[in-house]
């Protein structure tokens, strides 16, 4: 099972937290157009994705989002199947990120 974090609680997590990894799973184009500072962007969309999600260590904690919280709640699902332990999803996506952009 995976968490739903508001955005308060996404940005203060993701900077406290010394294991954390974000993860946009937007596509480039919205990756570029403005995404949360040091997040990794692993298309959902594309055929790379599991592969890429396959290839994560496991012992970390995944802050996942996308631009309205659909797209990351399907990462974050199929994260929690490959054995994730800790996966959490900002809720409303960046449109409801209130934290800083870049």
Known sequence: MYKELMSNE?????KK?????????????????????NALNIDISSAE?????????????YY??????????????????LGFKSVNNLYGGILSYEGELV
Do not use: W
């Open 10 to 14: 996404f940005e203060n997590e993701i």
């Open 17 to 37: 937290n010394p294991n954390a990894v974000v993860i946009d799973v937007r596509t480039p184009g919205e990756y570029q157009a403005g995404h949360i500072p």
């Open 49 to 61: 994705f599991p592969d890429k999600i396959n290839a994560l260590d496991r012992t970390k904690d």
């Open 64 to 81: 996942v989002y996308c631009r309205s919280g659909g797209r990351s709640s399907t990462a974050c699902q199929y994260m929690v199947s």
